[in-house]
């Protein structure tokens, strides 16, 4: 029997998903680590919990770990999830001696900064950036690289505290929101134009055994700053095509440079409008944005299961043929409040029904999300991709959100 350790704060729907995915597996004691515990069908997909009173601190995370490791002996792995565990768990993993990718290996994934470094010396392509600790850092980029800058914390999720500046007014402006300083670094990047894509693996070994790629329209920055935007991702069917080869190869790379063995990956890349490609950023872990169950609908088969047969037994039961493009959109409306009606589901019923793979209605009442992500979604899925596209569209067009 092999000890597996799942951790994460709270037993949010997404990440308990993942803990199914590992209850799945054969051979193995699922132990969870929470901040809080989940209830009723999740609780019952482990065979242990413990409780810690901060589940993002990897001494505490380490404590836990130990007793239930004195509890059932050696542990096989222990797994995170979220963007903002990595690191957390790699420190705790090196400390009680449990294979997994390691400290060193995580902060490369984490730190935008050394990410791009580690880019650079491998000549991969990405943004021009610099370290950011006082305003003249960031204007000796704009010197190098000229407007729009890109100003983001060096190891944010979620576009948060991101800003595009067009000008020196702005750069200012930005500045005097951040205030950089010694303690508090932010990173300068050459703005990337054109069009924003993803890049999904399964890895083994530091290879990829599966491979996805999605296109966001527009890039989450964009939505983040407009409200009247509703975010879409499609997967395309097809992507075996030349047009993402380079991408692929920068992929592929990224994964062996920055050092991951096992696990699931998520690159953000660019299409320039001059038809050349950059990395934006790559992270040790599954997509957001329910990219798992997109890549499970393009492939009728369980990405989230593919994910712990890669990191628990270090297989893959692929390949994969992938049947569909699939489609997600996201619904949230402009104004402020709770939702207080859903305008439009009938006529998208009728016209976008049978595309319609899962949705995942707003709630009247609910208190509007912020997020790009809205307060629901819509799934759908067809082999041809062009149906896919214009589907996710009508959505966006026809499905509209009213608070009050
Ligand atoms: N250098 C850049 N050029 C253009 N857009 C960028 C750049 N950096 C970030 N963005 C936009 O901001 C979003 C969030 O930035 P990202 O580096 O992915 O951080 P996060 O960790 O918040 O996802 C990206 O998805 C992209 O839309
Ligand atoms: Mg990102």
Redesign the pocket.
Known sequence: MRNVIFTAPFPMETTMLFARALRGLSNIRLLGLFQQAPQGADRALFDDIVTVPNAMDPAMIVRGARYLQEQYGEIHRLLGIL?DLQVQVAIAREELGIYGPSVEVTQNFRD?ARMKAVFRQHGLPC?A?RTVTSAADAYALAEEVGYPL?L??P??????A?Y?VEDRAQLDQALAEVRPGPGRTMLA?????GR?FTYETVSIGGTPVFESIGR?Y?????V?RNDWMQWIVVLPRDISSPEYNDAREAGRKAIKALGLCEGMTHM?W?RRPDGSMAI??I?ARPPGAQIVKLMSYAHDQSLHRAWARAVVDREHDGPFERRYAVGIAFLRGTGRGRVARIDGLDEAQKKMGHLVVETQLPKVGMPKAGGYEGEGFAIVRHPDTTVVEQAVLDLVRTVKIRYA
């Open positions: 963007e935008k943004a950036s890109i983001k914390p190891a944010g999720a979620g576009s948060r991101t595009k990047e050459e703005f990337l134009a924003e966001y527009p890039g989450p920055l964009d983040v953000e660019f934006g950023e992270a």
